[in-house]
């Protein structure tokens, strides 16, 4: 496959843009070669600057839940800016976006819309401190919520309870405040709400964590949390930036039965468009301004346009049997891989969870925190990423990130990709 007008644009992108990219995993950093210029995406197919053509399971990761340039959310979109595109100011979109997210979800009252998942984590954990007048904030290692300055930490080295920083910039002085705990790990939580449970604001989990992985929990571990933080009155805080909209229309939430007290939205909540919120009860949201002394804003929040967007995207996936269909061809395509990586005993495992689903480079049947990942993963990913570009079909360019089925995918093309994924399997293992 020539891709040699990418290369160009690449070298070109690279004298403007740090890193040729403005957001670092698409630099191909952890793949061979350079990354793929894009020109044009429909349905569930995409095509590059060469002319190449491909099965997307990126979905520009995850927000294209109907697939590339979806007639109900053009349509919507182009009505609507046509008659202007901002305003700084509210207008009805607002408010029809929020209703219909709030009448169809049990566990929040009030939304306030951003533009991206960073700042939707970023105001909840503003909220969680301003509501409880507390100061620290429990994360997982493995859970990714942004780039938040205090929530990109990873576990402090030994026995140390706080984290340290994950990017150059970020003061320790302002990571002091989060505590990292691994996932699944009841006593690591029992221990630290012991010690600092006078001052935790919140526990923070993506409930489905699909940024390392896709390391599913087990239900009772999320349960669990859910209790102790009824116990101490910390709040639980589900990023549900990927799952929400994405395993039902209630995300994870819904799909365990577990009420979160806060929540944060991202990516499907925008139809493609720059969208974040957060979202909790009435009493909780009227601490933000202007009711209340929490303060964030937005000069593109509630932009029409993407409420727009957003709205069309949301009717779609509440139509009746919407998530069921794509659970049920998810599965079925993760079977086919399966069955055969099973009859021929590579150690790989495909996990999924509604319609996303994760390449795990190891036989291990539950994969519930990021040291369980091996190491050798990225190596192998490497081999097996160069053998299913070349059959046509593209997910993200890391072996830590998810892929996702849209509605677009059709059998030819889930039939087409098990069977691109079962040949690059054979290059690696073969
Ligand atoms: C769980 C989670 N939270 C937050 C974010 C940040 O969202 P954004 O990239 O829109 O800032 C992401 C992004 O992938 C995410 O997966």
Redesign the pocket.
């Known amino acids: 496959m020539n891709r040699e007008r990418s290369e160009q644009l690449f070298e070109e992108a690279k004298q403007y843009l740090p890193g040729g990219v403005n ?1 670092p995993v698409r630099a191909f950093k952890s793949v061979n070669g350079a990354p793929i210029f894009f020109e044009k995406g429909k349905g569930s197919h995409v095509w590059d600057a060469d002319g190449n053509e491909y099965v997307d399971f990126c979905c520009s ?2 927000p294209l839940i109907l697939g590339h340039a979806h007639d109900g959310v053009l349509n919507k979109v182009s009505t609507v800016m046509a008659n202007g595109t901002s305003f700084g100011a509210p207008n009805k979109y607002e408010t029809e976006l929020a209703k219909l997210i709030v009448d169809h979800n049990r566990y929040i009252e009030k939304i306030r819309f951003v ?7 970023m105001s909840a954990i503003r909220l969680a401190r301003g509501y409880t007048g507390k100061n620290k904030v429990v994360k997982f290692e493995g ?6 300055d205090s929530l990109m930490v990873k576990a402090g080295s030994g026995l140390a309870t706080f984290g340290t920083s994950t990017s150059a910039g970020i003061p320790e002085s302002f990571v002091k405040e989060t505590i990292v705990l691994p996932l699944n790990d009841k006593e690591a939580v029992r221990e630290a709400v012991k010690n600092f449970g006078h001052d935790i604001a919140c526990i923070a989990i ?1 409930p489905i ?3 390392n992985g896709l390391l599913l929990q087990d239900k009772d571990f999320l349960l669990f949390l859910r209790e102790i933080c009824d116990e101490t009155g910390i709040l639980l805080f589900f ?5 929400g909209f994405r395993v039902g229309f209630e995300g994870a939430s819904g799909y365990y039965g577990i009420k979160p007290d806060m929540v ?1 939205y ?2 499907i909540i925008g139809g493609g468009f ?1 969208v ?1 919120a957060y979202a909790s009860s009435a009493k909780v949201m009227d601490c933000v301004a202007p009711e209340g002394p929490v303060y964030q804003a937005g000069t593109l929040s509630g932009n029409p346009v993407a409420m727009a967007a957003g709205i069309a995207q949301l009717e779609a996936c509440l139509k009746p049997g919407f998530y069921e269909a794509l659970e049920a061809k998810t599965s079925a395509f993760v079977k086919t891989v399966q069955d055969y990586v099973n009859a021929h005993g590579y150690p790989f495992h495909m996990f999924h969870v509604g319609s996303i689903f994760w390449l795990s480079f190891s036989n291990k049947q539950h994969v519930r925190s990021a040291s369980e990942i091996p190491a050798d993963s990225g190596e192998k990913f490497r081999v097996f990423y160069d053998a299913l570009l070349d059959q046509g079909v593209y997910v993200g360019p890391s072996g830590y990130e998810v892929g996702f089925v849209s509605e677009a995918h059709s059998q030819e093309d889930l039939d087409k990709a098990a069977k691109s994924i079962i040949v690059a399997l054979d290059k690696v293992y073969g």
């Open positions: 957001s990761w995850g533009s991206s998942g960073t700042e939707a984590a859970c990714y919520h942004g780039h938040v993506e964590p699909a940024n990023d549900e930036v990927i799952s944060a991202g990516k720059p974040g």
